[in-house]
């Protein structure tokens, strides 16, 4: 058990991390892995990792920051931490989020009603480091000491902080302890904002220090402005396999797909995450089949990242979303699309269709609209025959926090699977009240060291909660059943979560998204479009 | 204290209060728009904008949904201080009706001033009770906090004892209410409610300086955080403002922002990946 921490422990110089996870300690999860001894080992920490790294948190390290070699460094360190957090705070620097975050400065009660929303916290056992307000309650004291200059009467209302190098270097961490799915800020009776306050922590970081995870800076936001896409795929990489996948579809389901590049004047510029093109070409199968059998004018773009709806700038990087953005509304004002429409991923619907909105001044504000909500249209339209029977095996519906609680899509995707599938039951809690996959806000992506072990049992647990309980009935290895997470990132998270806790091997609960029940369930289909196939 | 004091603390307390709230509304106002930052679900309309915000400001609805027993001592504090409110804006009434219609009205702001100086007191002990008892509240609470609950609970524990004790033939509400409107220094304040008020006006001014004038926050939290879902036409005032914005210089020190006094339009066209930010 670990002894409860406080503020006071982020200043400590010694580099031990404030906590150790165990599994008897976390949330209980129900039938079949209900026995915390069965669970595995979280892995540990590699010592060469420790000792070059600044990993003084909890048991992970999501960032990988070289350790200072002097306290010389430190102090720099420190000193451009101090210039980075005044700049949040300046008009010219953060006008995006600046006044958001001055309110949820400076009205937190530290009524600790947002503890309870929290996935991370609860599913952690309730650990003090995880609880939203830690995070937030170490930067408001910063805040009103260094940003606003307080002095004895302000530390007196406010609360005091030691500020020094080993507190960067965790805050730093703790960033990327949060999934900013902000369903702590829905549950706020001020409206303050802990999700945003770890958002911007990972701005300041990024944009003023130069750190962020490799996983989304290094390998994805610039290798996507570099090559296209963070998959490495260029224009005509992407093309190659689209073709093949478009040849793959046409043998399996007995219909011609061919997918149209760079249509000018079509009706809708689809942009899929290119992760799927890569990890689950069925869905981008399904979509070109589907559109083409619905009559919709639709294209890709080859254009540079047009092929690529991710925006991991979303998560750590005012000027990196800013830039992918552009690329987008370019690509599509270019081939004079009547709209753009997002693939199945949470992350990109948000980016382009809500965040991106203000930015995209004149021309380059093309109307964009969710997937779910095309799909719904067609399968309401009565221009395609399905058939429900094919699937006919129990179904439930995760919802990306992206696409729900952050941008309202709540009911198109629940009026095709309820149309579709039979056997359909909700998550509870569910809609705009649903709890992250886990693999929120790039976690899903962030593989370096055991970082993995962290989302499996603390970030995705309340999760992995929420699927058992919904197949808690047919847990049964002969019944396949379908968790459907239309979403690249949160499949991404399932994929290796249920394998993880081996859940297909031993449970047959498959996950996938949900353009595939659409075309698994169109009589005029081959049956049998679901592989019941792990990939 | 002089009456004369005592009626200019009253004053400078409200207009304190009205100036700090006023500043502190203008400036939030005056911070730039912000990107697009709602949480769902978000109503539409002032039916149904106000279907939630009767409910959340009256009987604070968000904190009964996700957090019981916190509601059940800070609905009592709020719910009284808005009791009281009402018995300021009742006495108000009274000074300016006719006598029939004064007797009416000395029921109500009576009932109402006991009602919410009990309410706001009982909730305030609860708050400072819970913040003490409770480990996750005391671990996260300032000095400040428990000195704001204490100013509520003294400055109230004065009104009610300074009221309901004072020597019989001294003035009441309604007297005090007219003499500070006339300045009537010939008005004999009982002390010790008197006492009450002056910690009463002092309490007000402070109010705005603190976390406490969430009630401003929540305006801006709801009205321009939470349910800002205002697209940006073409030619609309957000467009305005953000050719404004995108011609800022940012100075963020990261290589790949590449900054170096571009402004943010010229940032957000670069391609760092591609040797264009720096």
Known sequence: MNPTIGLPDMSRPDREPLIHLENAGLMPLPPPLEDPAKDHAFAALSAQARERYECGLDDTCALSFPRPKSEGEENELVARFLSGLDKLFSRENNWTFLQPLLLTMEHCARCQTCSDACHVFEASGRNELYRPTFRSEIVRRLYFKYVRRGGLLSAWQHGEIDLNWPLVARLAELSYRCNLCRRCAQSCPIGADNGLVAHELRKLFSQEMGIAPKEIHDNGSMLQLKVGSSTGMNPEAVKDNIAFIDEDTSEKTGMEVKTPWDVEGADVLLIHNAGEILAWPENPGAFALLLNAAGISWTMSSELAAYDSINYGLWYDDAQFARVALKHAEAARKLKVKRIVLGECGHAHKALAVIADRILGADLNIPRQSSLTLLRDIVASGRIEFDPARNDFPVTLHDPCNVVRLMGVVEPQRAIVRALCPQFREMEPHGVDNYCCGGGSGFAIMSGHNFPDWRFHVSGRKKLEQVLRAFQDCLDPSIPKYLCAPCSNCKGQFRDILAYYGLWENHRILYGGLVELIVNAMTAVKPGFIEWEWR | ?278
């Open chain 2, 1 to 278: 204290m002089s009456s004369s004091l005592f009626y200019g603390l009253l004053y400078a307390g409200g207009i304190v209060f009205f100036a700090g709230c006023i500043v502190r509304a203008v400036r939030y106002s005056r911070q730039p728009i912000h990107l697009r930052w709602e949480i769902y679900p978000v109503p539409h309309g002032r039916v149904g904008e106000l279907k939630i915000m009767i409910p959340e400001i009256l009987f604070l609805k968000g904190l009964w949904e996700f957090n019981r027993p916190m509601w059940c001592v800070s609905f009592p504090f709020h719910f009284g201080l808005y009791l009281l409110a009402a018995t300021t804006a009742l006495l108000g009434c009274a000074a300016v009706s006719p006598p029939a219609l004064v007797a009416i009205l000395r029921q109500l702001y009576t009932a109402s001033g006991a009602m919410g100086a009990l309410l706001a007191l009982g909730g305030a002990m609860g708050l400072l009770v819970r913040r003490l008892a409770v480990r996750e509240l005391r671990t996260y609470s300032s000095l400040g906090d428990y000195l704001n609950l204490l100013f509520f609970i003294a400055t109230l524990i004065l009104l009610l004892a300074g009221y309901w004790l004072r020597p019989s033939g001294d003035p009441g509400l309604l007297a005090i209410l007219r003499g500070a409107a006339t300045f009537d220094t010939s008005v004999r304040l009982p002390s010790v409610f008197a006492a009450g008020m002056a910690a009463g006006a002092i309490l007000l001014a402070y109010i705005p300086m603190t976390h406490m004038a969430h009630f401003i926050a929540k305006y801006f939290t709801y009205h321009r955080v939470r349910w800002d879902e205002a697209a940006n036409v073409p030619g609309g005032s957000i467009e305005k403002r953000m050719a404004e914005y995108l011609m800022y210089r940012p100075t963020w020190a990261a290589p790949h922002v590449g900054a170096e006094g571009r402004t943010w339009a010229e940032i957000a066209t670069a391609n760092p990946a591609r040797g264009a930010a720096k």
